[in-house]
């Protein structure tokens, strides 16, 4: 039973930063990708972030060099440190493992198979 916790989010104004943490537990030896999908009510689900196996990171063109996951953290750690934000990224943001295979780190929200409940991220 694989069990993530999100912990960083809050309220902070445009331009300022802010770094979300997801510690993943049970079953850790299967996971192939840990993500960070973002959701607005009333929109579709945005992967925004992702490490593999191997450390490969990818990211979505909307905070492509605003968002960085720090690669110093544990294996089954995922850290996302969030700059430059902007009142467009205000979402409740996910942590997501997948546990299937790929070949390079996913940004493809139906590919994650266990979520954490979801941090607030708000920018004004």
């Known amino acids: 039973h694989v069990q993530l916790v999100e912990s960083g989010g809050g309220a902070v104004q445009t331009g300022g930063s802010l770094k979300l943490s997801c510690v993943v537990s049970?079953?850790?030896?299967?996971?192939?990708?840990i993500g960070w999908i973002r959701q607005v009510p009333g929109k579709e689900r945005e992967a925004v972030a992702s490490?593999?196996?191997?450390?490969?990171?990818v990211y979505s063109d909307s905070v492509k060099g605003r968002f960085i996951i720090d690669n110093r953290t544990a294996k089954d750690t995922l850290a996302l440190q969030m700059n430059s934000l902007k009142p467009e990224d205000t979402a409740i943001y996910y942590c997501?493992?997948?546990?299937?295979?790929?070949?390079?780190?996913?940004?493809?929200?139906?590919?994650?198979?266990?979520w954490g409940q979801g941090t607030q991220v708000t920018v004004s």
């Open positions: 997501a493992t997948s546990h299937r295979f790929h070949s390079s780190p996913t940004l493809s929200p139906l590919d994650f198979d266990y």
């Open positions: 049970g079953a850790t030896w299967t996971t192939n990708c």
């Open positions: 490490r593999n196996s191997l450390r490969e990171r």
